[in-house]
């Protein structure tokens, strides 16, 4: 299942996407403003690899995060273990090209069964992320099931962690004590959440997590994805990029909002 994924907006970058004149205005403004000696190598570099062009230190056993949410999650691992769960990854860090491999096989595939691009926009939307606004290309979330469990052919069901399910006990587990090591659910179970579809299986580490929540919303993903070879691409305008950012983006947990 492709139900990743995520992105961000800030009242910022929905100004910027939903005039694109400003974008001349910055130039002009760019022109005529000496930059600082060293700007903003660090900056960029972070931008990159919160979009996934980029592949940031990752470290794990069976998993790829970053330092601070590997050392939390093996030790999550560990006080997992005494309580008879093995806790396993089923993914964690995934780049652009991933995202952007996955997007683009759906995409044909409903073209060719005659939708609109404009329409199949919004139905891969419903599981998948667009490229670049992946949780995953973070290396703070994680897709977690129990390996003490036999493995279905389709681990991330939402039925597999409801009541009865392989799952269920796992889940409770994780519910009560991923917090205490820096971990919560992003996709919840609440009718009031927009965007993405209930994903008891994912967990973000949220001391790294908020913060890049709110870098990514000041990235101008618009600009990117018009120059990137993403299907649909054309579709795309700054209103269609504010919605998804706003709605799906920041639909995840309250808690992880800052
Ligand atoms: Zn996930």
Redesign the pocket.
Known sequence: MNR?GFLCCTGVLAVTLAHPAGAAQKKNTKIQTKKPASPPAQENTRELELLGLRRPPLFGEGFNLRQSAADAFEAMRHAAKKDGFQLHSV?SFRGFDHQLTIWNRKFRQLRQQGFPAHDILWKIIQYSSIPGSSR?HWGT?L?IIDRNQPSPADPLLAEHFAAGGIYHPLYQWLLVNAPTYGFYEVYTNDPQRTGFAY?P??WSYSELSIPFLQEFSRIDLFQHLKNSSMEGRQTLTPEIMRRYLAEWGFGVNPGLKA
Do not use: L
Request: proline share 0%.
């Open positions: 990743r993914s995953h979330d897709d994903e299986w994912h």
